[in-house]
């Protein structure tokens, strides 16, 4: 019941998709401390947070996506509260589905970030992509820091592996469904 751009998939890299005037936030939901939220605060990487985080990021190159406040969107005028209120709830929903389908198949959902959009008649539609490009996934099996990351984290942190680990979660997905 979550409403998404997605209509059908083509063939194995090509999706066709609803055309949506996407809103400009990047909305990131965290479960597990890591990445950016580590390093504006004082959490330490691999905390649980007690609740689900939802960080909220400007999307202008220019200005390097800054971490921005409800107030600021309103302020803007990007959306509406009643709209921001929406995403946010659709996000905490998504989060549950994603969290437990991820823990099924060993993979721990530390964080991800999501785009969303309207479509021409200004419903709400989640855009974009799922993928470990932007999800931090860990591998439940793993304890070894250098090798649990199964995410674009083996790119960003020069780790290696990036391939198998895209693969591992391909296989992990095909072999549960
Ligand atoms: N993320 C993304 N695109 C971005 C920034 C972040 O997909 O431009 C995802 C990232 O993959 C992670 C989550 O959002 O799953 C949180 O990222 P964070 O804010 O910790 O930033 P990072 O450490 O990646 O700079």
Request: aromatic letters at 6%; hydrophobic letters at 40%.
């Amino acid at each position: 019941n979550i409403p998404t751009h997605f209509i059908e998939l083509k063939n194995d890299n090509r999706i066709i998709a609803q055309k949506i005037k996407v809103i400009p936030l990047e909305i990131v939901l965290r479960n597990t401390a890591y990445g950016s939220l580590c390093k504006q605060t004082t959490i330490k990487p691999g905390t649980v947070l007690e609740k689900p985080l939802i960080d909220i990021y400007l999307k202008n190159d220019d200005l390097n996506d800054p971490l921005i406040t409800k107030e600021r969107i309103e302020l803007m005028k990007i959306i509406s509260s009643e709209d921001l209120d929406l995403i946010i709830n659709l996000t905490l929903k998504i989060n549950a589905i994603l969290k437990s389908f991820f823990e099924n198949i060993k993979l721990k959902l530390v964080d991800f970030k999501l785009e969303f959009g309207y479509d021409s008649k200004n419903n709400i539609l989640l855009g974009d992509e799922i993928s470990p490009d932007n999800c931090r996934l860990w591998d439940l099996n793993q304890k070894n820091d250098t090798i649990k990351s199964l995410d674009k984290d083996r790119f960003r942190n020069d780790l290696g592996g990036l391939i198998e680990a895209y693969s591992e979660i391909n296989r992990r997905i095909n072999d549960f469904l």
